[in-house]
């Protein structure tokens, strides 16, 4: 007997959710996947249960540009309670250390210096990071030791917003990598107060902002046409280039292409746009463009 046919569709483009807490990433993917009936949907960086904020998410050919947004900047506003240090870093963990200690503000900001730029910083025990294919997380709630090694991620700009007593809210600004909950847990011990995260909501994700998420209470108030945006939304930091018809369909068959005239782009990344829909992705090369992914949608 033939299994039956899926009743899904084609759907193509980014949705900007605005994830809320107490859900996972995957979650919230899974929810919009079934709200837009789309056969493919993946979202472009995990946003822990604790977590609210900006979560894009990529459907059908869009999947193909995830790793664009996910090596994009991030900012995240966040709050570090003060006093105590939790296994998982955040306040759904349990309390493995204590202090009585309380930073000043001037200590506060003097601090932050030395966690801007590129610094080493050891993930968290409860991440998503594979060890021996297994994820850290799974380990660490089994009860195993885990003891990831740290490695450099880069911070563009860390401020603080607000300060209390027993917690202080900060806006940082990083790269790929980068873990709110261990920057909170290394702030508390260069303050010798210790320290979790609170509360975090993530602001920014590469080229999308909070200003375009929708609640994910609120998406099927919208037609999936409105909410989606195109599936070039995620390469607006790169070249564009526009192309005919013919041109695409030899970079859609894997073939490079070449830029002729005065006016033709120098090399590095770049994306080839026909008829306003994105055609290929890839680099300019000795006058060619080279595709890397090509994309299949209409135009």
Known sequence: MNAPRSNRVEVNGWAVLDKPVGITSTQAVARLKRLFNAKKAGHAGTLDPLASGVLPVAFGEATKTVPFV????????????????????????????????????NEIRAALPAF??????????????????????????????????????????????????????????????CYVRALARDLGRALGCLGHVAELRRTRVGPFAESQAIALAHMAEFPVAETLLGVEAALAHLRKVVVDRESAARLRRGQAILLRGRDAPEAGPAYASCGGVVVAVGAIEAGELVPGRVFNLPF
């Open 116 to 177: 801007t730029g590129t610094i080493l910083q050891r993930p968290p025990a409860f991440s998503a990071i594979k060890i021996a294919g297994e994820r850290a997380y799974d380990l660490a709630r089994d009860g195993e030791i885990v003891d990831l090694a740290p490695r450099p991620v880069e911070i563009y700009a860390l401020a603080l917003v607000a300060a209390d007593r027993d917690a202080a809210a900060f806006e940082a600004r990083c790269g790929k990598g």
């Open 70 to 105: 996910q090596d994009g900047e991030k900012t995240y506003r966040f709050t570090i309670a003060w006093g105590a240090e939790t296994d998982s870093d955040d306040a759904d963990g349990v309390a493995v250390a204590q202090s009585e200690r309380r930073p000043e503000t």
